[in-house]
């Protein structure tokens, strides 16, 4: 099982194309989208998370081994992602394999990460980079991660947890504070996510972008082209 943590504020092609990317290349099942409630990091999500896993679940439909996963939704406080793992470590056993995906620049900051030393106890650890993707780790985490990389994706099967694997996948110019100003601007996001979120925002008036009513047809939805 693999999990990709997010805050999916929202969804977009920069999330969705390296999930389908990773699903080939290490030969996963299944990649479950995990939407933090309260993510720990940054500020408060500017949409609540039922809406940003509802958006989710638009954004998975039809795309076969992508799952949206709740269970940081009913979590008070922080969503720390070694609570994650433990909760889903105590489902599935202490056998299976469990991946936790994160991009590379998360990857810098894990030492700021709640328990990050145990995180490797409960996961793999899969970095997802990208062209370009080339600062130096910190001395220490540098070091930790040395003791742990495997470069075989076979090697994340063969035991339930323990190693660090980077993965390469194709660099998307797409980022959700980037849609965030894009739609406050009142500038359609078409394109950088599935259609059907699209229109789902669109409609309901997010990020500031002004409300489109359903009378409008898709192709019209910019209201500066009405
Ligand atoms: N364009 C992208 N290509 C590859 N991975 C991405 C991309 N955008 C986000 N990710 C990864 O997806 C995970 C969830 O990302 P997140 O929900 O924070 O989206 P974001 O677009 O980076 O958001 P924001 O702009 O609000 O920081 C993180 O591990 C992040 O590194
Ligand atoms: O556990 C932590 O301390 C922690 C700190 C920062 C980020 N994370 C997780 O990393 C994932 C990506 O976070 P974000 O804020 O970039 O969307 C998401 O699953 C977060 O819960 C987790």
New binding site residues.
């Given amino acids: 099982m693999a999990l990709?943590?997010?805050?999916?504020?929202p969804?977009?092609?920069?999330?969705l194309?390296?999930a389908v990317e990773l699903l080939e290349a290490l030969c996963l099942a299944e990649i479950r989208l995990v939407?933090?409630h309260v993510?720990p990091h940054?500020p408060q999500?500017r949409l609540d998370a039922p809406a940003r896993a509802g958006l989710l679940d638009t954004a998975v439909a039809g795309i076969p081994g992508l799952v949206v996963d709740r269970c940081e939704l009913d979590r008070p406080g922080p969503s720390y992602t070694v609570d994650t793992l433990e909760h889903l470590r105590r489902s599935l056993g202490d056998q299976r394999p469990l991946c936790f995906?994160?991009?590379?620049?998360?990857f810098r900051g894990l030492m700021r990460w709640h328990q990050w030393q145990r995180l490797a106890a409960l996961a793999h650890l899969v970095v997802?980079t990208?062209g370009g993707d080339t600062q130096a780790l910190a001395p220490a985490l540098d070091e930790w991660m040395r003791a742990r990389r495997v470069r075989d994706p076979a090697a994340l099967r063969a035991s339930p947890s323990g190693h660090v694997l980077f993965q390469a996948?194709?660099?998307?110019?797409?980022?959700?504070?980037?849609?965030?100003r894009c739609l406050a601007l009142g500038y359609s996001a078409q394109g950088l996510m599935p259609d059907a979120v699209w229109h789902e925002l669109a409609l309901r008036g997010c990020y500031g972008y002004p409300q489109i009513s359903r009378a409008i047809t898709p192709g019209r939805l910019n209201p500066r082209h009405v």
Avoid at 11 to 15: E, I, L
Avoid at 169 to 180: C, H, K, P, Y
């Fill in positions: 990709l943590g997010g805050t999916f504020d969804v977009h092609y920069g999330h194309r390296p939407p933090g993510p940054r999500p995906i994160m991009g590379w620049d998360a997802v990208r996948v194709s660099r998307l110019e797409i980022s959700a504070t980037g849609i965030r």
